[in-house]
């Protein structure tokens, strides 16, 4: 038995030690994600990653509903990799509770039925007569109980019962409710662990000089002045998969982070980077535009005859967007802990895809998939760059190299200039407006699919060549084409937070606004003669109504965009004004999401004010600029991230419906550099079709 | 051999470490400490802040040996019980996403409130500027040093 010590609350290096025992302690299994201990103690497993979204506090707040226990007093675990017990554990696509809901009310449900069975067994009563509530089983006509404690044991016993009536949305006493995550407490008293807080005993720490080109081998190294400096253990040369290429690179292994530091700062390290050494930005943008003017690319979508509409309009707009590079920067910089042992190797880090570690790690390092183990610890932010395996896969290439346990540690620097990318993007939209309303669209993009790094599939169409685009204008756009020109560069790019949308919603929604000034229309009234759809058209209500939409003054820019993914879609509304020295200032955002069933409304709005402060600094700062074959900037003090002095008041609305559950962690970004830069035009007269744009010069 | 002493969270860490350490690596890898966080290694993002002397200072940047003899305190050691103002009004308003910044935000604000313990807008702007929050965050932070304001306001009166 253990010491009630170990089950207090939710606090992070407790849950460690737990998770370092046994997992039996965690008392009886009900199910995967389920556990209760003969005190009563109710452990739930969260098979998806904690990287800010809220997964950690979604996954309980379902399960104590119809479990009917009381939230506060359950110790929430990450479960480790295993998708034969919890399914896909990528946390990706915003799809933690929009996949597992369903799932995560049935179980809760239940184990909730199996201990009044239990109860009622021991009692020799009828079911019926008895109910849960709090972590006990009362029986109703004598008001005796059981805590859940007393029963699991005989409850796990029994058959699963079928069929269960899961509760009313209108019966909720936790879902829907803005409650307190359980993670707060960890993470103001700094006892959260996360990826770098982790450690195992006799850890070493390894840092690693990567080719800047972020390809190629290494030619040779000189490591005299590495292997001087002091807490340097060694210093060997190891690889990465990165998708299906390798990057090489010299790791320093040390007794202390620092040290690997320095010794890694100190090697000389000759690069064979063939293939990459000339690549600069103003050469890929250059070659995009040649290719969206010269080709026709891939069919993504085609209805009724644009071309035709195009050949004989009289006027026709015709126009480019133009989207950059970005860096995911996570607060906490990669890194992983890797122990090799032989027949198996064991992983620690901030990760959000163990499922695919132990696919590549396994197929890499020639282990059977469950020797394979892979911990999750807090994530410092992810975006989806820890969806990923190179960094894991490197970690477990040290540690066997050096038959120690290892942490690799990315420097900020190693971090920003050694991708995967979001891709860098270009859109050519053409449009005419006939009787006030649209009578064909066409959108050309041209930019590298993330699909060719992941599958080296190609002469498909990019599948999310309209991610982000809102599907009812399908309906009401007769004529309507969407092409992909493919386009490759050597760089190798993956999702960032809210993927293509994050781009495409950019263009289609500038565009939008583009057409409705052409039609002579309001940009909202616009949108919503395109739109059929009663889901949207009640969320436009809702923008127009908080935002002050229709009562908007002089000397003020307003500005509209609405996007959907994942599931959900979101409409922000930007205001601007000019500053007595006339710059342009952002004064107010207004965003409403509809994402159908939620769990938790603080946590929605959490999640798009942070996805606005991420398109703002994606709209107004950031690219990555490559030149020579290498990333520019490496650092916060020339990749700009937005500071609390430059954030707007934001609010946001969630829409309250029946509607199935959609994301929610990434579809409030994509809204808003559109209807920022259409609130500038409002405002201006000036049209932006590049990002990022510089805001105290527009 | 251990050739430095550091005062941390009012105990005394000693440990052996190259003098050149910023004081951020022997807090976390020397000490064990792994509150305080390692962001960007450049005094940009205020991920590192701790107390040295009742300052607030960003570790990162801060050689080990210039902490000898000072009062280090790190988000461990800031109360007896995760209750320091601001901490309990980060947990009301829940701030925290990732929360990785949130050692470092928190430091930082603490220094803030006891020197102007009634900050405006402005003031907070100011004080926080020096702390990325890459999950955006910044408009909790704003309303939570308000409330902890309030809050140290009340306990100061009453
Ligand atoms: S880690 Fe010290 S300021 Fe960023
Ligand atoms: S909460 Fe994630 S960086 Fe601030």
Redesign the pocket.
């Known amino acids: 038995m253990l010491a009630l010590g170990y089950f207090w609350k939710a606090d992070a290096r407790e849950a460690e030690i737990i998770k370092a025992i046994d997992a039996d302690d965690f008392g009886v299994e009900l199910n995967a994600w389920v556990h209760i201990n003969t005190s009563g103690k109710v452990t739930i497993f969260s098979h998806r990653a904690e990287m800010g979204q809220g997964a950690y506090q979604a996954i309980p707040q379902i399960l104590a509903e119809e479990l009917e226990v009381n939230l506060s007093e359950v110790n929430v675990v990450f479960a480790k990799g295993d998708n034969k017990k919890y399914g896909n554990q990528v946390t990706g696509g915003s799809s933690t509770v929009r996949t597992a809901y369903k799932n995560l009310l049935k179980l809760g449900a239940t184990a909730r039925e199996m201990l009044i069975q239990a109860a009622a067994n021991k009692w020799n009563v009828l079911k019926t007569d008895c109910y849960a509530e709090g972590g006990h089983v009362y029986h109703r006509p004598s008001g005796k109980k059981f805590h859940y404690g007393e029963l699991v044991t005989e409850a796990a016993k029994l058959e699963p019962p079928k069929g269960i009536l899961l509760k009313k949305r209108t019966d909720y006493k936790l879902i829907g409710k803005p409650l307190p995550r359980l993670d707060t407490w960890i993470k103001t008293n700094g006892t959260a662990v996360f990826g770098l807080d982790k450690e195992i005993p006799d850890m070493l720490y390894a840092a690693v000089e990567r080719n800047p080109r972020l390809r190629g081998k290494v030619k040779s190294f000189d490591d005299s002045a590495a292997r001087r400096i002091r807490g340097v253990k060694d210093v060997i040369k190891v690889k990465m998969g990165v998708f299906s290429t390798y990057r090489e690179g010299v790791a320093v292994i040390a007794d202390s982070t620092w040290a690997a530091m320095q010794g890694k700062k100190a090697l000389k390290v000759v690069w064979d980077d063939s293939g990459f050494e000339h690549l600069s930005t103003d050469e890929i943008y250059k070659r995009m535009r040649e290719s969206l003017k010269t080709k026709e690319g891939l069919v993504f979508k085609k209805q009724g005859d644009p071309a035709i509409i195009f050949k004989n309009a009289a006027k026709k707009l015709d126009v480019i967007y133009e989207t950059p590079y970005q860096y995911h920067a996570c607060m906490e910089p990669l890194n992983c802990i890797a122990h090799y042992q032989g027949d198996k190797v064991e992983i620690w880090g901030p990760i959000q895809a163990p499922d695919w570690i132990q696919d590549f790690v396994s197929k890499e390092m020639n282990l059977p998939r469950e020797k394979v183990i892979v911990n999750m610890t807090f994530l410092g932010g992810g975006f989806g760059r820890k969806a990923f395996m190179d960094y894991p896969h490197e970690a477990a290439v040290i540690s066997k190299a050096i038959n120690a346990p290892v942490q690799v540690v990315w420097s ?1 620097e190693d971090d920003a200039t050694q991708g995967p990318y979001r891709p860098g993007m270009m859109y050519r939209c053409e449009g005419v407006i006939k009787n006030g309303a649209i009578d064909a669209f066409k959108v050309k993009l041209a930019g590298q699919n993330n699909d060719h790094w992941r599958s080296g599939k190609k002469g498909e169409p990019n599948r999310s060549s309209s991610e982000g685009f809102l599907k009812p204008y399908y309906d009401t756009i007769k004529n309507l084409s969407i092409n992909d020109v493919p386009f490759e560069t050597p760089i190798p790019t993956m999702w960032w937070r809210s993927v293509y949308a994050s781009t495409n919603g950019f263009a289609y929604e500038s565009f939008m606004d583009e057409l409705a000034l052409e039609a002579g229309k309001d940009p909202l009234e616009f949108r919503r003669m395109h739109m059929q759809d009663e889901r949207v058209q009640k969320l436009i209500d809702k923008l127009e109504e908080v935002s002050g939409w229709k009562n908007r003054k002089q000397n003020e820019g307003y500005g509209v965009a609405i996007t959907e993914c994942f599931e959900s879609t979101v409409g922000q509304i930007v205001k601007v004004s000019r500053n007595t020295d006339g710059k342009v200032k952002i004064d107010h955002v207004w965003a409403v999401m509809d994402c159908g069933w939620y769990v938790n409304p603080d946590t929605i709005k959490a999640q798009v004010e942070g996805s606005i402060v991420m398109g703002l600094g994606a709209a107004v700062n950031h690219q990555v600029t490559f030149k020579d074959g290498k990333a520019v900037d490496n650092n ?1 003090s020339t990749y700009q991230m937005p500071r609390i002095n430059d954030i707007p008041p934001i609010e946001v609305y969630i829409m309250d419906n029946e509607e199935e559950a959609g994301g929610v962690g990434e579809p409030g970004l994509p809204p808003f550099a559109p209807a920022l830069t259409n609130a500038i035009y409002d405002l201006t007269g000036k049209r932006i079709r590049k990002l990022p744009f510089n805001l105290a010069e527009v | 051999m251990a050739n430095l002493t550091l005062n941390i969270n009012n105990k005394e860490y000693r440990l052996d470490a190259d003098p050149q350490m910023p004081l ?1 690596w022997a807090i976390r890898d020397l000490a064990g400490l792994k509150g305080t ?13 701790v107390h040295m002397d009742s300052e607030a200072v ?4 801060t050689r080990v040996s210039r902490a000898a003899g000072k009062k280090i305190v790190t988000i461990e050691g800031l109360s007896e019980n995760n209750n320091h103002p601001v901490q309990q009004a980060w947990q009301q308003i829940d701030v925290p996403q990732c929360g990785y910044c949130h050692s ?1 935000q928190i430091m930082s604000a603490a220094v803030l409130l006891r020197d102007n313990p009634n900050p405006s807008d402005a003031d907070i702007d100011d004080a926080m500027a ?1 702390n ?1 929050c890459r999950c955006g965050t910044y408009l909790r932070i704003r309303k939570a040093i308000h409330l902890a304001a309030e809050m140290q306001q009340k306990t100061a009166n009453g």
């Open positions: 900020r916060f | 951020l966080k390692y962001g960007c290694g450049v005094a940009q993002c205020g991920a590192c802040v960003r570790s990162c940047v470092g020096g990325i």
